[in-house]
């Protein structure tokens, strides 16, 4: 089954400062890639996703990844941070099947 | 339109209660699927059903027996609660199409003493 990891665990960032997330996984076959954020205490919401055509997509709120398939990554980033912005990031794959597997998280704290 | 409700919000039970998670979808969504969230750990596939009448384990079914009652609802049962299962639990659905996004429920919060 594909697999999916996160390199940052807890990302501290000022406001204004440019974010990137990693994400890469495990699957050589066709892939769909999507990023949710949660705000504390709420449920996930889709910010993106990719399922073909141009790499680079563009989501909601100012973020956008970049499907990079030799590297089996599709990081998230956004230009400038904001406060509002403090949240937890999951990038997810889903596959050949309906079975959508999710990376551990990325918490990201943005300090005014 | 409500999309996906999940029931209880929050519930505690004693180590060897049974208990039965609820999912409702409105949506239509052919698939459903549960998860667990634990601090990091992020969202672990518990078990999902691509379409009315089928289910498939996902990676942490031990413990766990589902239902897909029918196209809108799609049951988590904890048979012998265990503390090891103290965890947030999601339930989303989705359409069938693979390139289609989740969606969430609120989730329901289990302590398991």
């Known amino acids: 089954a594909q697999s999916v990891s996160q390199h940052n665990h807890h990302v501290i960032l000022s406001e204004a400062a440019s974010l990137e997330l990693g994400c890469n996984y495990s699957y050589g076959g066709t892939v769909n890639l999507f990023w949710y954020v949660q705000y504390p205490g709420q449920h996930l919401q889709l910010l993106l996703k990719?399922?073909?055509?141009?790499?680079l997509v563009k989501g909601i709120k100012g973020f956008e990844a970049e499907f990079i398939k030799s590297k089996f990554s599709f990081n998230l980033r956004k230009p400038s941070v904001q406060w509002s912005d403090t949240a937890e990031y999951f990038c997810a794959v889903n596959a050949r099947n309906n079975d959508m597997r999710f990376g551990a998280g990325t918490r990201l704290t943005v300090k005014p | 339109n409500a999309g996906v409700t999940q029931t209880p919000k929050f519930q505690v039970l004693k180590t060897g209660q049974s208990m039965t998670l609820q999912c409702a979808q409105d949506?239509?969504?052919?698939?459903m699927y549960w998860y667990r969230q634990d601090p990091g750990m992020g969202l672990r596939l518990i078990y999902y059903s691509a379409s009315e009448g089928t289910t498939d384990k996902g990676e942490v079914p031990n413990g766990y027996n589902v239902s897909r009652l029918n196209k809108r609802e799609f049951s988590l049962r904890l048979e012998s609660a265990a503390p090891s299962q103290t965890s947030v639990y999601f339930c989303?659905?989705?359409?069938?199409?693979?390139?289609?996004?989740?969606?969430f429920g609120d989730g329901t919060r289990l302590s398991i003493l």
């Open positions: 949506m239509n969504h052919n698939s």
């Open positions: 989303a659905s989705r359409a069938l199409t693979l390139n289609q996004p989740q969606h």
């Open positions: 990719y399922f073909s055509g141009d790499p």
